[in-house]
């Protein structure tokens, strides 16, 4: 269960990526998406690619975003 639930977040970062690097991206998607997944949302677009590339970077390991 708890690799499906890891599975579930690594495709949800990866969406939450590819709306990231999006020309227009769509803040409401980002927000949601973000919560999802439990990354502080932040207006500033380079703080929120760097916290999301974090965490796909510690996401299966026993590290947590603060």
């Given at each position: 269960?708890?690799?499906?639930?890891?599975?579930d977040?690594?495709?949800?970062?990866e969406?939450?990526?590819?709306?990231l690097?999006?020309?227009?991206?769509?803040?409401?998607?980002?927000?949601?998406?973000?919560?999802?997944?439990?990354?502080?949302?932040c207006?500033?677009?380079v703080?929120?690619?760097?916290?999301?590339l974090?965490?796909?970077?510690?996401?299966?390991?026993d590290?947590?975003?603060?």
């Open positions: 269960m708890e690799e499906s639930l890891l599975g977040q690594l495709i949800t970062l969406k939450l990526v590819d709306e690097i999006k020309d227009e991206p769509q803040e409401d998607v980002i927000q949601a998406m973000m919560a999802e997944t439990g990354i502080p949302y207006e500033d677009p703080d929120r690619i760097n916290r999301v974090r965490a796909l970077h510690f996401s299966g390991s590290k947590a975003i603060k």
